[in-house]
């Protein structure tokens, strides 16, 4: 009989993007746990250049050879923890039958990806199968719990995490080194914005917010659909103030040449770029949406604005800008002592410890949601 082991972190696609780099990230920080193993797979493999390195099940995350190839590597697991997108239905599929819990991790707004009618039922069905469900943030448990059926004794609450290493402060000499890497000028007001060049990252408006303040600079970090179209806004409305740096393996020098982030999003989960600006300890201005308010304190570690209000994303910038340096140290101590990978990793050993603790009874999901 084939003697199980550790936990499987199961990952959509091998490649550096948000859910995928935050489960790699726990894995590392649960290495030196020698009671439990913890290894990470993905479904496919990422894009060339930008793969994360962990082995890659099969070409398509739902074809039948990806999902046996995953119910092979559970047998071998004493659980499988299932980090966002596609890797709830592939889980929820392939370990059918096999005895293997799995932990299901909610990396967007459960709120907003809930969709209604058949979609919403079959969210519920599939949710129904995990032993349990990792919310990042207090409300989205609530909607797991309310919109989707799923038990509040099976909903834990962790949230999103970051290595502090990774993300030091940076000094006067990295600040400048930083600025002449981006051209941008020494003394100027700079802000940052990381996100893909999507239309639910509304970066239309954080173009136009910091085309209304006089002097201050734009450094835009990632690519998209819109990219053509964002920079003729900028063009058009803050001729030599937007930089467009595509996509950056490291983002650590973005930050560090800003004085400031801005993440202006209409939707999203808790997301890692607010933690890594905090730990760099730059204040933020973003959207209220999603967990976002756990990370950026309004008043006390940045300022939040609706989405698509432009004004208030403005009248933050302006605030924010003005306030950075105690902002920005309020924002690493916030980020230190509830977002540091340390501090969270503790508590995902602590959740999966007790789902293969001596004597516990081997979980059966329930009757299905409906």
């Known amino acids: 009989m084939t003697q199980t082991q550790g936990a499987l972190h199961l990952v959509t696609a091998s490649q550096r993007r948000g859910a995928e780099v ?43 050879a990806t999902l046996r190839a995953l119910r092979r590597a559970a047998r071998t697991a004493e659980v499988v ?28 707004d459960p709120l907003a990806w ?69 051209d ?10 990381i996100a893909a060049l999507s239309p639910e990252k509304d970066l239309a408006t954080a173009i136009a917010a910091v085309a209304a303040l006089d002097g201050v600079h734009l450094l835009v970090v990632g690519d998209g659909p819109l990219r053509a179209e964002l920079e003729a806004q900028a063009t058009a409305v803050a001729p030599g103030r937007v930089r467009f740096a595509g ?21 999203e989960g808790m997301p890692g770029v607010l933690i890594e ?9 973003a959207s209220r949406v999603g967990g976002v308010a756990e990370i950026v304190r309004d008043g006390e570690t940045g300022r939040l604005a609706e989405p698509g209000d432009l004004q208030g994303f403005t009248d933050g910038l302006r605030s924010v800008l003005a306030g950075a340096p ?9 980020c230190l002592a509830h977002f540091e990978i340390g ?23 329930g009757p299905k949601a409906g």
């Open 184 to 193: 941008l000028p020494a003394e100027a007001p700079v802000v940052t914005c």
């Open 277 to 285: 600006a905090g730990l760099t300890g730059r204040p933020a201005v």
């Open 81 to 108: 923890v299932a980090h966002g997108s596609k890797t709830l239905p592939a889980s929820a599929a392939a370990l059918a039958g096999t005895g293997t819990p799995f932990v299901y991790r909610s990396i967007g």
């Open 326 to 334: 105690a902002l920005g140290e309020a924002a690493r101590r916030h």
């Open 247 to 267: 996509v950056l393996p490291d983002v650590h020098g973005s930050l560090a040449a800003a004085d400031a982030v801005m993440l202006p999003s209409r939707t």
């Open 22 to 64: 935050s489960a790699a990230d726990l894995v590392q920080a649960l290495a030196d746990d020698t009671s439990m193993t913890h290894r990470l797979a993905a479904l496919t493999p990422g894009p060339q250049g930008d793969q994360l390195g962990a082995p890659a099940l099969g070409e398509k995350p739902f074809a039948l």
């Open 114 to 182: 809930s969709g209604s009618g058949l979609r919403r039922r079959r969210t519920a069905l599939l949710l129904a199968r995990a032993a349990r469900v990792v919310a990042l943030w207090p409300a989205a448990a609530d909607t797991l719990a309310r919109v989707h059926g799923v038990p509040t004794e099976r909903i834990t609450v962790i949230p999103n995490a970051v290595p502090a290493e990774r993300f030091p402060v940076a000094d006067t000499a990295d600040r400048a080194a930083a600025r002449r890497r981006f």
């Open 343 to 365: 501090v969270v990793a503790a508590r995902w050993r602590d959740l999966l410890h007790g789902l293969r603790a001596p004597g516990q009874d081997a979980y059966r999901p």
